[in-house]
């Protein structure tokens, strides 16, 4: 292997100093505040476009927000100086929407209560198992992390059947039943769910965090007399704690803007967000201007979630080097 | 000590083998072969699942808000989009609703042969046999067992038109296929401009405003015989007399000189959704246009349409003509069928209510809809294209066909039948269309 | 459990969550605390071992209101594996921590995932009520027909180009970028994509792409942008094969915030001596980057290119609501939601495996990398 390797996969111990001093150097030139401008003039040029780029898309979506029904379908968003015509409407009509069982307001508590447990219950679990195939040896471990990866491939849809079986029928041998069906309504399906499909990616990124730890450290611990209880949550769980809540972010986001678990498992007055906001275009599917609005709507949260963890983030990703 | 190795692995393969052994019988559960069983409590709730949403979702609850109370049962109404894939999901994953309402008389079917609905209870059937034509009932029959009743209906085949127009271009209201081309030709010749309009565009479900001028020429060009036949796949999509009616709709939708009034060229169908057609019938830049009587809702909506429809008012519909002025009227038309996952007391008493006069009376009155139900009052309907189109429905003589896209099975009626009309606008050839099309038909 | 879940599910929702959370957690720290004292020594601990291994299944089992034979053979089992893990060659508490760590996550795979892949498996080979073994008449049908040979096709095609322009793109910004003023502010312009629901996406890349007959006002941008120098709309999700290309185009505008994210970490990580000696040998600032930047970020280029390789193998939420499949643009996914949808589950389980084949590479290359470093280390 070439001699670096920084963030996502094990590193030998030259490595893990040169990270270290690598981050060092950055923080020293950042405590100085004197930044580098963009390292040249055609990389600011290029930078600018692709920023402009991928930004424009979302702009005109925004922009479109706030334009009345009948110019939105009679010409193009970045006419709206040409053609005034500013309204809240399409936003107070949305947030006004809703079914018999549920307003938005509802289901955007729904999407809360589905999306923070099914944020840390995966992590959890695949921060354990991680944990197994980082530092317990045993044999097959690496078959076993291999079928864990190739796991990530499986369709959704595929799994949807038996899963929803399980639940609403329980397991049955013959006549014999092992289990009762779950017929426990609320969200609890929803994260059972999330969770049995968040895991695969989450303990291949996990692993590689958790793998990234030196090893002396963990030696250390061992002839201190600490256990794998111990080594787990006083070590591994603080050191990987940056890249655990950048994963986070990305569950986060997955489930947030999931619609395809909640079709199946969020029913009636525990639906989230995405749900509601798909059937608010009617039969019809053409009025674009709530699905706008509502569109931005669902977008918010996980902005912000962004905005408040950027930091967090940048740093998790470059996870346990740091600080080893 | 000497099998150390194997001790290890015992744990983990003893783990396995339990799990294996769970999800085995787990899946002795899939098969399923002697019907479907009693299911559903009757516990004063009903569970109702499908497609219509929105507004006409309000008026569906509203309609049924007073038996409701007056019977203490709660009817939870869910609709969703991807109802066709949901509906399946859950049937197979044991968590079915209680009744369903099936835009698709195939999907119910499909269904049915897998044992997942439960056979119509007998006041439903008797509802059936005294307020439904022998036809409508066969909708909802699979097998010879009646699944469930039907629900709403709407007729298909209108062609939209300004009647003021008509007058100052002086061209009449066509009685054959042939006077209707004729008509087409004069107006392109007056006005310079093409005198049609479509839209195909519609998410996911694309091109089937198509599928319906298909239909409506194969039943008017072959009769229904040919149509059922078509249906049950004994006559295939690539026969002569389906690529016939395809390259007949081909002569207007695929003509340049005719196609796409206010909305651009032929490929333009496509990218249209299909309800902004509205937008052009309305202010009076598309002379004809090809759409259910659902339509009226579209071209009278302010933001759409924005105009009146009567036969005095700004817009109107005629029937798509038949070939031959001799032959009575065959209409298509569309619907939804009721089937019943559940058996309990409350959901039968509910399926029992949706399948009566009363309900159909209930629901008519609140506007925009209309039901083949016999006993419906025709002056319940809102509007006179409705109460047209209720004089067609209960007419003795006409010839009436369920859409044959919505009986298909449904890879084909609602996909491969879809991307094909898509495909066809966008330039492929009728033929390749037609057997791409057959070769999607399902396996057995 | 059901009676808790129950319970739990009539409370108001943001009440909710503490509530699970907290049960949740004190499951987990009972977890690790046993995890933690199970390999001491002394009969102490041996007891509490055993009470766990006899006591947890049952438990679990009663609480997933199962009954009673299947709680004893649980207890039964418990009992066994604690007599096996007592006489364990790496002490006794050994495979008792293994399982600990591994099992909540193997269990939840196995039930959620393994079982639907297996399932999957056979029904490929079977026909679509599953009764009927017909042997490779689904494949057939995939590879036979023209749509399912473009299917695969386009599959390929997807996953060729998006991951590979995703992180070029991605690459170049977070080097640009790196160590500019507003660095975050630009990191959130590109990542922002991503946190967009698929459904806000295909409206966004609707005001992108909708074309509008050449006498009327454009709605879609890039169409306004053709008329206004001059040429005619385009329909640009009709015209075959350029379509795939412009639906291509939206997932790259999605995975490259992701790409740009992790090797902008990456970036930083790279020692700043490298970098110093490299400019002190005089070479330029491209030489720099092939010859330092990229080998220091290789691994995160590899975690990366596989994240997002898998993602477009999967895509199926942009071809589904943009075209839905019309115009020669399906993929494997999306052809395969359509027969599942029709009760075609043979011709869409075979689907599903071509799908398991054309990943396989990629796992095959991720698990020659990962024996490698086990093999460093």
Not at chain 1, 22 to 51: D, H, P, Y
Not at chain 2, 210 to 235: H, P
Request: glycine share 8%; with cysteine.
């Amino acid at each position: 292997m070439s001699t670096t390797i920084p963030a996502q996969l094990p590193v030998d111990k030259t490595t893990e100093r040169q990270l270290a001093r690598g981050e060092r150097a950055i923080e020293r030139s950042l405590t100085k505040g004197t930044k580098n401008r963009l390292t040249s003039r055609g990389a600011t040029i290029a930078a600018l476009v692709i920023a402009i780029l991928w930004t424009t898309p979302t702009l005109g979506l925004f922009v479109t927000s706030f334009r009345l029904p009948e110019e939105i379908s009679r010409n193009g968003w970045w006419t709206i100086f040409a053609n005034p015509g500013f309204t809240f409407s399409n936003y107070t009509e949305v947030l006004a929407s809703g079914n018999s069982q549920l307003t938005l307001g509802g289901a955007f508590l729904n999407s809360i209560a589905i999306t923070l447990p099914a944020t840390l219950f995966p992590l959890v679990i695949a921060s354990l198992a991680a944990y197994a195939f980082a530092w317990i040896d045993f044999k097959g471990r690496n078959w076993l992390f291999i079928g864990v990866f190739a796991l990530q491939i499986v369709p959704l849809q595929m799994a949807l059947v038996p899963l929803l079986s399980l639940f609403s029928r329980g397991l049955k041998i013959g006549s014999l039943t092992l289990f009762d069906g779950m017929d426990a309504g609320g969200y609890s399906q929803v994260w059972i769910a999330h969770t049995i499909f968040a895991l695969p990616l989450a303990i291949f990124l996990l692993h590689n965090f958790v793998s990234e730890i030196p090893g002396e450290l963990i030696e250390a611990a061992r002839v201190d007399g600490a256990g794998h209880g111990q080594i787990f949550f006083r070590i591994v769980l603080p050191l990987t704690m940056p890249a655990i809540a950048s994963f986070a972010i990305f569950q986060f986001l997955w489930v947030w803007n999931d619609l395809l678990v909640a079709l199946v498992f969020a029913d009636g007055d525990v639906a989230p967000m995405t749900k509601l906001l798909a059937e608010i275009s009617g039969s019809r599917g053409q009025d674009w201007n709530l699905l706008t609005a509502g569109a931005f709507i669902s977008i918010l949260v996980p902005l912000i979630v962004f905005f408040s963890l950027q930091r967090f983030f940048v740093r998790g990703l470059l996870a346990g080097s740091t600080k080893g | 000590m000497s099998s150390t190795l194997h001790r290890r692995w015992i744990a983990p393969v003893a783990l396995m083998a339990v799990t294996g052994i769970l999800l085995a019988g787990c899946s002795s559960e899939g098969g399923s072969s002697s019907g479907p069983g009693d299911y559903g409590k009757a516990d004063g709730v009903v569970t109702i699942y499908g497609t219509i949403a929105d507004t006409e979702a309000e008026l569906l609850e509203k309609s049924w808000a007073d038996w409701e109370k007056a019977n203490n049962i709660d009817i939870k109404y869910e609709s969703s989009k991807e109802f066709e894939a949901q509906i399946s999901v859950r049937a197979q994953g044991g968590k079915a609703p209680d009744l369903a309402i099936f835009p698709q008389p195939g999907l119910l079917a499909d269904l049915a042969t897998r044992d997942y609905i439960q056979p119509a209870p007998d006041g439903v059937k008797a509802n059936v046999e005294k307020y439904w034509s022998k036809d409508w009932a066969g909708y909802a029959t699979s097998n010879d067992t009646l699944y469930g009743a039907p629900l709403m209906a709407s007729v298909k085949g209108y062609i939209w038109y300004s009647p003021k127009n008509f007058a100052k271009w002086g061209v009449e209201v066509p009685k054959t296929w042939d006077e209707l081309m004729a008509v087409t030709k004069t107006i392109q010749e007056k006005t310079g401009k093409a005198p049609w309009c479509a839209g195909f565009g519609s998410d996911a479900a694309s091109g089937w405003p198509g599928t319906d001028w298909v239909e409506d020429l194969v039943l008017r060009q072959s009769g229904a015989d040919t149509y059922d036949k078509w249906i049950s796949n004994e006559v295939k999509f690539s026969d002569p007399k389906i690529k016939k009616a395809l390259d007949t709709v081909g002569e207007i939708l695929l003509n340049p000189d005719y196609v796409n009034a206010g909305l651009g060229d032929v490929k333009s169908i496509n990218s249209t959704p299909f309800g902004d057609v509205a937008r052009v019938v309305g202010d009076g830049s598309c002379a004809m246009t090809h759409q259910a009587s659902f339509f009226d809702g579209f071209i009278t909506d302010p933001k759409n349409g924005n105009a009146t429809v009567g036969p005095d008012k700004d817009v109107w519909a005629f029937l798509t003509p038949p070939i031959d002025a001799g032959a009575g009227q065959a209409v298509t038309g569309g619907g939804e069928i009721v089937g019943a996952f559940a058996n309990d007391a409350d959901t039968v008493k509910v399926q029992e209510y949706l399948s009566s006069p009363e309900w159909a009376n209930s629901r008519v009155k609140l506007g925009g809809v209309i039901s083949a139900n016999n006993g419906l009052d025709p002056a319940s309907a809102s509007s006179p294209i409705l109460q047209d189109a209720i004089k067609i429905l209960t007419d003795p003589d006409t010839t009436f066909r369920f859409d044959a896209s919505d009986l298909m099975p449904g890879v084909v009626g609602s996909d491969s039948f879809f991307k094909g009309m898509v495909n066809w606008i966008n330039g492929s050839s009728s033929s390749d269309v037609l057997s791409t099309i057959d070769k999607s038909w399902p396996s057995d | 459990m059901s009676q808790f879940l129950t319970w739990i599910a009539t409370l108001p929702p943001l009440a909710q969550i503490p509530l699970v959370l907290a049960a949740f957690g004190v499951v987990v720290a009972l977890l690790i605390f046993f995890l933690e004292i199970a390999p001491r020594s002394g009969r102490k601990f041996t007891i509490a071992r055993l009470a766990v291994c006899i006591v947890a299944p049952g438990l679990i089992f009663l609480a997933l209101g199962s009954i009673w034979p299947a709680a004893i053979a649980a207890v039964i089992l418990g009992g066994l594996f604690f007599i096996l893990d007592y006489r364990s060659r790496q002490g006794a508490g050994y495979l008792f921590q293994l399982f600990g760590f591994l099992a909540p996550a193997i269990v939840l795979l196995a039930i959620g995932l393994v079982y639907p892949t297996i399932q999957t498996m056979v029904q490929a080979f079977m026909n679509s009520r599953g009764n009927r073994f017909v042997g490779l008449d689904n494949f057939a049908w995939v590879f036979t027909q023209e749509t399912g040979i473009r299917t695969v096709l386009n599959t390929i095609v997807w996953v060729l180009i998006v991951p590979t322009l995703s992180t070029i793109f991605g690459l170049a910004y977070a080097v640009f970028i790196d160590k500019s003023r507003g660095e975050k502010f630009f990191k959130i312009l590109v990542f922002m994509p991503m946190a967009i629901s698929f459904v806000g996406a295909s409206i966004i890349w609707r005001f992108v792409y909708t074309a509008r007959p050449a006498d009327q006002d454009q709605i879609g941008l890039l169409n306004q942008i053709v008329v206004w120098l001059g040429g005619q709309p385009v329909d640009f999700l009709a015209v075959s094969p350029w379509n795939t290309l412009f639906l291509i185009v939206v997932l790259i505008w999605v995975q490259t915030g992701f790409a740009m994210v992790v090797l902008s970490a990456a970036i930083k990580g790279v020692p700043a001596e490298q970098m110093e000696a490299a400019q002190l040998d005089g070479t330029n600032a491209w030489q720099r980057f092939i010859n330092v930047t990229v080998p220091g970020i290789r691994s995160s280029l590899v975690v990366v290119l596989t994240t997002i390789s898998i993602a477009s193998l999967k895509v199926f939420d942009i071809v589904r609501t943009m075209t839905a499949g019309a115009n020669d643009t399906s993929v494997i996914a999306n052809e395969m939601y359509t027969q599942f949808k029709g009760f075609e589950f043979g011709r869409s389980s075979a689907l599903a495996v071509v799908l398991f084949l054309l990943v396989l590479p990629i796992v095959i290359y991720n698990a020659r990398q990962i024996s490698k470093q086990r093999t460093i280390r």
